[in-house]
Structure formats: structure tokens, C-alpha cells
């Protein structure tokens, strides 16, 4: 599955922005959606997943209670909610899919683009 995320930019700590990641493929209810984040110089880091349904999630501690991610299989699309915006939150941001167990961050195997988000304190 092709996969186009959008929706970073340069945003105030405190601030929010919402990504979304569209996908090519029509049987995207069958796959898993995730958000990873990477700074250059650090390891990549499993952010938020949802399951192909949308009733299960998982997300990082880093940022439980500040991101929500969803899901609307009509569209294609995979949203990720980010309020409360922390400088430490600075990162290009990935989506990724897979057919697989959406709580198993070595499962994802089709990947977009990527896209900077930059919180200034």
C-alpha cells in the first residue's frame, strides 16, 4: 500500500496539529495503521497504532493523553490528533501500515513519506 502523509508544519509548544496519511490501496480496512517519529541521531520511535477496525490502539507514554490517533476506512485515511505540543515532540513523523498485529511496531512494513513537525518553545 502507497502511503501520503501531510499535515506538519512549525507549531508553538502548547499548540496542536493534526496529520493525516492517505493510502492507495481500497482494502485499507485491512490493514493496521501506525505513527513512528524519528529525530536525526536517535532511534526511530513507535509512537500511536490502531487496529483495521479502529477499536484498538496503543500509544507511547510519551504521549498518552496528548495525541489521539483514528481512522476513517471510507476515506483511506489515518489521522493523528497532537495537542499539547512539547518542543521534545520535534520530528519527521511517519505513517505505516500492515496486515499484521497493529501492537507490534517490527510488523509494519509499508511506509510514507514522512513529514516535519517543528514545536518551538
Known amino acids: 500500500v502507497q502511503l501520503q502523509a501531510s499535515g506538519g508544519g512549525l507549531v508553538q509548544a502548547g499548540g496542536s496539529l493534526r496529520l493525516s496519511c492517505a493510502a492507495s490501496?481500497?482494502?485499507?480496512?485491512?490493514?493496521?495503521m501506525a505513527w513512528f517519529r524519528q529525530v536525526p541521531g536517535k532511534e526511530r520511535e513507535f509512537v500511536t497504532a490502531?487496529?483495521?477496525?479502529?477499536?484498538?490502539?496503543y500509544y507511547a507514554d510519551s504521549v498518552k493523553g496528548r495525541f489521539t490517533i483514528s481512522r476513517t476506512n471510507a476515506k483511506n485515511t489515518v489521522y493523528l490528533q497532537m495537542n499539547n505540543l512539547k518542543p521534545e515532540d520535534t520530528a519527521v513523523y511517519y505513517c505505516?501500515?500492515?496486515?499484521?498485529?497493529?501492537?507490534?511496531?517490527?510488523?509494519?512494513?509499508?511506509w510514507g513519506q514522512g513529514t516535519q513537525v517543528t514545536v518551538s518553545s
Open positions: 505505516a501500515a500492515t496486515r499484521g498485529d497493529y501492537s507490534d511496531s517490527d510488523m509494519y512494513d509499508d
Open positions: 490502531i487496529s483495521w477496525s479502529g477499536l484498538s490502539t
Open positions: 490501496e481500497h482494502t485499507f480496512n485491512n490493514y493496521a
